[in-house]
């Protein structure tokens, strides 16, 4: 079974930076696409960056393209989201997940998800 660990969450004032972890045993993520997704309360699910298996595919969502940085290290198998400039707007509780939603890379279906990280931005 596919694990997947985030971590590096919590409380950071607007303009601040966090760095989060994604963590991963059982199964290699360089053979994954994987997702950054996050969820607001009383809001979906939604994607915010994907790297293809390949890690020549990149995307964001436009609210927070120039401030999120996707990057993965293969020796540690852990996928990493640098976020900077955060604004309140992006409290939610961030998840990684083995596969990207339909669009964003070369994945048909996601394979696993995190337990979630939570992040607050807030003076």
């Known amino acids: 079974q596919l694990q997947l660990v985030e971590s590096g969450g919590g409380l950071v004032q607007p303009g601040g930076s966090l760095r989060l972890s994604c963590a991963a045993s059982?199964?290699?993520?360089?053979?994954?696409?994987i997702g950054w997704f996050r969820q607001a309360p009383g809001n979906e699910r939604k994607e915010v960056s994907c790297?293809?298996?390949?890690?020549?595919?990149?995307n964001y969502a436009d609210s927070v393209k120039g401030r999120f940085t996707i990057s993965g290290d293969s020796a540690k198998n852990t996928v990493y989201l640098q976020m900077n400039s955060l604004k309140p707007e992006d409290t939610a509780v961030y998840y990684c997940a083995a596969g990207c939603a339909p669009g964003w890379g070369d994945s048909v279906a996601i394979d696993a998800w995190g337990q979630g990280t939570l992040v607050t931005v807030s003076s």
């Open positions: 059982r199964f290699t993520l360089d053979h994954y696409d």
């Open positions: 790297i293809t298996r390949s890690g020549g595919n990149i």
